[in-house]
Nanobody
Framework: QVQLEESGGGLVQAGGSLRLSCAAS????????LGWFRQAPGKEREFVAAIRRSGGRTYYVDSVKGRFTISRDNAKNTVYLQMNSLKPEDTAVYYCAGCILYMDSFCSDYDYWGQGTQVTVSS
């Protein structure tokens, strides 16, 4: 069983930065593919960013490219989402998600989810 717990959300002004963290349980963190998703009020959950097991490759939804960076520290069992130049439209609950992979690739489906952390960007 993999458990994920997000932290680092909060209220920030437009143009500001936040770093979200997601701590994972389990002794095989290095075998997890990981991603971040978000859900704004009244909208469906959307993909934000993903990272491979090795951390060697990442990809992002177009709306956050150049502003957000996903990274992972396998020694700390933690994945991060650094969010810069935040905009009011980034306001959402952000979720960490993961899957177990047997090769260095991205998750095609996510089996494990955290509870989410609220990010609010004021204009």
């Amino acid at each position: 069983q993999v458990q994920l717990e997000e932290s680092g959300g909060g209220l920030v002004q437009a143009g500001g930065s936040l770093r979200l963290s997601c701590a994972a349980s389990g002794r095989t963190f290095s075998s997890y593919g990981l991603g971040w998703f978000r859900q704004a009020p009244g909208k469906e959950r959307e993909f934000v960013a993903a990272i491979r097991r090795s951390g060697g490759r990442t990809y992002y939804v177009d709306s956050v490219k150049g502003r957000f960076t996903i990274s992972r520290d396998n020694a700390k069992n933690t994945v991060y989402l650094q969010m810069n130049s935040l905009k009011p439209e980034d306001t959402a609950v952000y979720y960490c998600a993961g899957c177990i992979l047997y090769m260095d690739s991205f998750c095609s489906d996510y089996d494990y989810w955290g509870q989410g952390t609220q990010v609010t960007v004021s204009s």
